[in-house]
């Protein structure tokens, strides 16, 4: 009986906390997630750092042999400073002079890289006064951007996403979260074909050092605003229209992450998605919503009031004033 009874009341405290519980088990996956990937980055990425950092000392040492006029100091000022100018984006290698980093269209590209909150890192502002205005700049392009994807989106999710679901629903009866479902895994397929698959193909045709895995690895982390900046288009020596293509990238980039918040706006209106992030969601009490609407309603109400009372008072101060003996004369006369 006690069992029972103890049973019951976990019960009832587990339901009643529900959202806490899942709030915390998701707190708990997302750390563990973390720490996962941190574990496999480590594991794969460290061995082939090492094999680098062998190489870089064996050609180091190299070259000192082959050098002895040079002393090992002098060596590792000249390379600190070629390190420094590099995460500028400034190469002293013959065949990446001929390309500059602040000419229009690469400014364009950079333009847009900061409001997409990409930041491939790979052309960073010089001076004082560029990196002032980067600051301000983002300020107020950051939440510029915002506003104007939102607007975008949901102008795009009405004619891509939610007319064609109701259509199917309406015209042929089909259930309306089985369309739902069918119509994001259609719209899921497009948008990688034709923002991940097709450009990686092109990126490898156009990038001499680029494979397809690599292409493809670009347009993932340009579309998902990760940025890492170890893969930029249009750095190639002697690239064949480069303004054109830089210019290109930018509509791309654009473009691309549009149709990647259309797709995750689909998928967030999905009913089963909508009913599982709810576990995750704290929850209102009854009475707070009856004090809202209250609220709401007294606010309504005043607002009304003051609204039907505005045009008494102005016909009241349009009136000529009338004092109290002349609103009396009327009654003595009707006395008479």
């Not at 519980?21 to 574990?39: E, H, K």
């Not at 496999?40 to 460290?46: D, G, K, N, P």
């Not at 060596?75 to 980093?101: C, D, I």
């Not at 479902?181 to 193909?201: E, K």
Request: net charge negative.
């Amino acid at each position: 009986m006690l069992q029972s009874l103890a049973g019951s009341s976990c019960v009832r405290l587990v339901e009643r906390h529900r959202s806490a519980w899942c709030f915390g088990f998701l707190v708990l996956g997302y750390l563990l997630y973390l720490v996962f990937g941190a574990v496999v980055f480590s594991s794969v990425e460290l061995p082939y750092e090492d094999l680098l950092r062998q190489e870089l000392r064996k050609l180091k040492r190299r070259f000192l042999e082959e050098h002895e006029c040079l002393s090992e100091q002098q060596l590792e000022q000249f390379l600190g400073r070629v390190l420094e100018a590099s995460n500028y984006g400034v190469s002293v290698l013959s065949n990446a002079s001929g390309n500059w980093n602040w000419d229009f269209t690469s400014a364009l590209f950079f333009a847009s890289t900061v409001l997409s909150t990409t930041g491939y890192g790979h052309t960073v502002p010089l001076s004082d006064g560029g990196k002032a205005f980067c600051i301000i700049y983002s300020v107020i392009g950051i939440p510029f951007t915002l506003l104007f994807l939102t607007a975008v989106v949901q102008r795009v999710t009405i004619h891509v996403t939610r007319r064609p679901v109701l259509y199917f629903h309406i015209r042929w009866g089909f259930s309306k979260q089985v369309v739902a479902i069918v119509h994001a895994v259609l719209l899921g397929f497009v948008t990688v074909s034709c923002f991940f698959f097709i450009p990686a193909a092109v990126f490898s045709i156009l990038e001499d050092d680029w494979n397809f895995l690599e292409s493809f690895y670009f347009c993932f982390i340009s579309l998902s605003t990760i940025g890492l900046g170890d893969y930029v288009p249009g750095e190639g020596y002697n690239q064949k229209f480069r303004e054109l293509y830089k210019m290109g990238i930018t509509c791309y980039l654009l473009l691309g992450l549009i149709a990647m918040l259309v797709v995750l706006e689909t998928f967030c209106e999905l009913h089963e998605l909508k009913k599982f992030r709810k576990l995750f969601y704290v929850k209102k009490d009854k009475d707070e919503d009856r004090v809202h609407i209250i609220e709401h309603d007294q606010l309504s109400f005043s607002s009304i009031a003051d609204q039907a009372a505005g045009p008494k008072e102005d016909r009241k101060q349009n009136e000529p004033f009338v004092g109290p003996q002349s609103s009396a004369q009327p009654d003595g006369s009707a006395g008479n």
